[in-house]
T-cell receptor
Framework: EAQVTQNPRYLITVTGKKLTVTCSQNMNHEYMSWYRQDPGLGLRQIYYSMNVEVTDKGDVPEGYKVSRKEKRNFPLILESPSPNQTSLYFC??????????????FGPGTRLTVT | GNSVTQMEGPVTLSEEAFLTINCTYTATGYPSLFWYVQYPGEGLQLLLKATKADDKGSNKGFEATYRKETTSFHLEKGSVQVSDSAVYFCALSRDTGGFKTIFGAGTRLFVKA
């Protein structure tokens, strides 16, 4: 089944404790992206990757890191989480970033709470 | 900068009523426009898209037309069902040397039987 998977689905952690949220897709997609969803703000893009070894900042990159060493994986790293990073996080992928083939498939989400 | 504004919800309709969810955008150049739907407890799913002015996207009875003159991409459906209850997000994407996506705040739709 074609899908985007994220792990963990739920995570409660403490301020300052490094964590990684994994994202994997099995559709051979070039483009991958991370978003956070907060009430009243919709989704805001954190980082995106147009292909392996190519990543760039979205609108809210502060406090996050990403890497794209393999096509299928795009982990999100919080080196020192803070309470304002408590949110619902979504990973998404698209076959390509070119206009006619840009259609994002979303993972199920990771609900992160930082205390 | 680029932005997307959606009508505030929640929107509550009776089954078989006509639905309109307004979406306007601000962007330079020619963005692509999208509607996504999020059912409770799930990730977003692409509902429809349009990549150039006057294009009409359609899917599952939903339609939206890319209106460059009014910078709008309103979502419509002629007869809603209870199963359409969800949150709807309007979004734009634009190639600015990278390829970012901007989402609206979302509009929650409740459909009563």
């Amino acid at each position: 089944e074609a899908q985007v998977t994220q792990n963990p689905r739920y995570l409660i952690t403490v301020t300052g404790k490094k964590l990684t949220v994994t994202c994997s897709q099995n559709m051979n997609h070039e483009y991958m992206s991370w978003y956070r969803q907060d009430p009243g703000l919709g989704l805001r893009q954190i980082y995106y990757s147009m292909n392996v070894e190519v990543t760039d900042k979205g609108d809210v990159p502060e406090g996050y890191k990403v890497s794209r060493k393999e096509k299928r994986n795009f982990p999100l790293i919080l080196e020192s989480p803070s309470p304002n990073q408590t949110s619902l996080y979504f990973c998404a992928s698209s076959l390509s970033w070119e206009i006619n083939s840009y259609e994002q498939y979303f993972g199920p989400g990771t609900r992160l709470t930082v205390t | 900068g680029n932005s997307v504004t959606q009508m505030e919800g929640p929107v509550t309709l009776s089954e078989e009523a006509f639905l309109t969810i307004n979406c306007t955008y601000t962007a330079t150049g020619y963005p692509s426009l999208f509607w996504y739907v999020q059912y409770p407890g799930e990730g977003l799913q692409l509902l429809l898209k349009a990549t150039k002015a006057d294009d009409k996207g359609s899917n599952k009875g939903f339609e939206a037309t890319y209106r460059k003159e009014t910078t709008s991409f309103h979502l419509e459906k002629g007869s809603v069902q209870v199963s359409d209850s969800a949150v709807y997000f309007c979004a734009l994407s634009r190639d600015t040397g990278g390829f970012k996506t901007i989402f609206g705040a979302g509009t929650r739709l409740f459909v009563k039987a």
